[in-house]
């Protein structure tokens, strides 16, 4: 659905692949993420850029299966709202190294900012952040090459997850729209085949059947915003050094 440049669509699944719409010319992409084709249609191509990120539904399903503290990964929204902050706690999930914008296949996964009263709790919310911040590295640096996303469509496993949507929705400082069903990278192909055989003239009329189930608007501080987000960095970087 996202057929104007400043969209952008997010699928969270065990990874994450971000794409920025930026029209019909095809982008230089910034080193850590690429060029890729968005949609072809009577001649005409699309472009988008594009991060994958390796580890963002895998880092809970590590806490559940590997850390064992949490039952349920649908229950982690919940656990994580039910805190006021993070307590300090940063997870940086690179289980194989970190994909966009990275791009270091050697980079170790951590913990950081643990103390005697960190809680389980406040892991699994890390861990969730984790996905929001990842997603984020992806859209600075897309920012500052000039495609800015004024609008984040999140779509895949957890975007059921009301927590992890407004945190990145804050995160981004962006509104986030969720897809009204989980798996949309299949609603866009059957788009492009019904304009293939005429179920629908052109992409304006493409374009008029995308609604999202629901609407999250940032509501975080802009100090609070970079606060978190430097701390995320710094995680980052200590990740880096082997």
Same mark, same amino acid.
């Given at each position: 659905?996202?057929?104007?440049?400043?969209?952008?669509?997010?699928?969270?699944?065990?990874?994450?692949?971000?794409?920025?719409?930026?029209?019909?010319?095809?982008?230089?992409?910034?080193?850590?993420?690429?060029?890729?084709?968005?949609?072809?249609?009577?001649?005409?191509? %699309?472009?988008?850029?594009?991060?994958?990120?390796?580890?963002?539904?895998?880092?809970?399903?590590?806490?559940?299966? %590997?850390?064992?503290?949490?039952?349920?990964?649908?229950?982690?929204?919940?656990?994580?709202?039910?805190?006021?902050?993070?307590?300090?706690?940063?997870?940086?999930?690179?289980?194989?190294?970190?994909?966009?914008?990275?791009?270091?296949?050697?980079?170790?996964? /951590?913990? !950081?900012?643990?103390?005697?009263?960190?809680?389980?709790?406040? /892991?699994?919310?890390?861990? $969730?952040?984790? *996905?929001?911040?990842?997603?984020?590295?992806?859209?600075?640096?897309?920012?500052?090459?000039? !495609?800015?996303?004024?609008?984040?469509?999140?779509?895949?496993?957890?975007?059921?997850?009301?927590? $992890?949507?407004?945190?990145?929705?804050? *995160?981004?400082?962006?509104?986030?729209?969720?897809?009204?069903?989980?798996?949309?990278?299949?609603?866009?192909?059957?788009? /492009?085949? %019904? $304009?293939?055989?005429?179920?629908?003239?052109?992409?304006?009329?493409?374009?008029?059947?995308?609604?999202?189930?629901?609407?999250?608007?940032?509501? *975080?501080?802009?100090?609070?915003?970079?606060? /978190?987000?430097?701390?995320?960095?710094? +995680?980052?970087?200590? +990740?880096?050094?082997?």
């Amino acid at each position: 659905g996202c057929l104007e440049p400043g969209l952008a669509k997010a699928t969270f699944g065990t990874g994450t692949s971000v794409m920025i719409y930026v029209g019909e010319e095809a982008p230089s992409p910034p080193e850590g993420l690429a060029a890729t084709l968005a949609w072809g249609v009577d001649g005409r191509v %699309g472009y988008a850029l594009e991060g994958i990120i390796n580890a963002t539904g895998t880092t809970m399903q590590w806490l559940r299966d %590997g850390l064992r503290i949490l039952d349920n990964v649908k229950d982690s929204g919940a656990i994580a709202a039910a805190l006021p902050d993070n307590g300090g706690v940063y997870i940086v999930p690179a289980f194989a190294g970190l994909g966009a914008p990275y791009w270091t296949m050697d980079a170790a996964g /951590l913990i !950081c900012g643990l103390t005697r009263g960190t809680s389980r709790e406040q /892991l699994i919310r890390a861990g $969730l952040e984790s *996905m929001a911040y990842q997603v984020k590295d992806v859209i600075e640096l897309a920012a500052a090459t000039g !495609c800015a996303p004024r609008e984040l469509r999140i779509d895949g496993g957890a975007s059921d997850n009301e927590f $992890l949507l407004q945190f990145q929705a804050d *995160m981004l400082d962006v509104d986030l729209t969720r897809a009204p069903f989980g798996e949309v990278s299949a609603l866009g192909a059957a788009h /492009l085949a %019904g $304009l293939q055989v005429g179920l629908w003239e052109d992409l304006d009329a493409v374009k008029r059947q995308w609604h999202s189930q629901h609407v999250y608007r940032p509501k *975080m501080k802009f100090d609070e915003r970079n606060r /978190l987000y430097e701390d995320w960095q710094l +995680a980052v970087r200590r +990740a880096l050094v082997r």
